[in-house]
């Protein structure tokens, strides 16, 4: 075999070992994705290419794939086994548990994860999904946030995924006493919310500037402009949009 022959096969051998470890360090925080999030993370173009290399991962025992139901169609899943926790040297994460998958939770799942893919892209770093046991351990707040972030500038951001809008005003009051609390504590700076369409981000816009004050110790605490500040919203593709993140 010549030269040459032997460096293509180790780039190539390299490049694979590279990508499989994103797949792994990715599923080790979110546990299962579907076909479309991870050929993102493979930087995988064709289909075929990027099908082959996760039944290759199966094989090997590191990822399992599974296939439910989800809105009268056939969606397949991928998710992180004890053997892929190991290579990431997380055995204590959880592992993927089909039969844990929640129809009424999966979209939501799966566009947390594109917001956090979509702000990795332009150098956010540090993801902490809000449910995992890491984030209990850190951070001493009411609610947990979907995930939270580091923007390029070293500040955190809590973020917002939502796909359906709350009806109830005092929900999002209870909330944000909770997110200024947080920034309050300086465990972050700002709250992103991420909502699928422009419409839905203009009525959580103008929820949030309905609230006039939150309770802070059983007293009110009228709002001001500094507190709303705290908190931005975008669309899906606005924040696709977005040159660089900024609070």
């Not at 390299?14 to 493979?42: M, P, W, Y």
């Not at 009110?220 to 900024?246: A, D």
Request: net charge positive; charged share 25%; with cysteine.
């Amino acid at each position: 075999m010549s030269e040459q022959l032997k460096l293509s096969f180790s780039e190539c051998r390299h490049r694979g070992n590279k990508r499989e470890l994103a797949v792994l360090k990715f599923l080790s925080q979110d546990t299962f994705s579907d076909f479309k999030t991870l050929s993102r993370i493979l930087q995988i173009e064709k289909k075929g290419n990027a099908s082959r290399f996760l039944s290759n991962m199966v094989r090997k025992g590191l990822i399992l794939k599974h296939e439910t139901t989800f809105v009268s169609s056939k969606i397949s899943l991928w998710g992180i086994t004890l053997d892929g926790l190991a290579i990431v040297d997380e055995p204590l994460l959880p592992v993927f548990e089909p039969s844990r998958v929640r129809p009424s939770t999966l979209q939501h799942h799966l566009d947390n994860q594109f917001v956090r893919l979509t702000l990795e892209s332009k150098n956010c770093t540090n993801w902490i999904s809000g449910d995992r046991g890491e984030f209990f351990k850190k951070f001493e707040v009411k609610h947990r946030p979907d995930g939270l972030i580091t923007l390029p500038s070293g500040h955190n951001v809590a973020i917002e995924t939502e796909r359906t809008l709350k009806r109830n005003k005092q929900r999002y009051q209870s909330i944000m006493t909770s997110h200024l609390l947080g920034r309050q504590k300086k465990i972050w700076q700002r709250v992103f919310y991420v909502v699928p369409t422009a419409k839905q981000k203009a009525a959580l816009q103008i929820m949030f500037n309905d609230i006039k004050f939150v309770m802070i110790n059983g007293q009110p605490v009228n709002l001001e402009e500094k507190h709303y500040n705290t908190f931005r919203f975008f669309t899906y593709e606005e924040l696709e949009s977005l040159s660089e993140v900024t609070i």
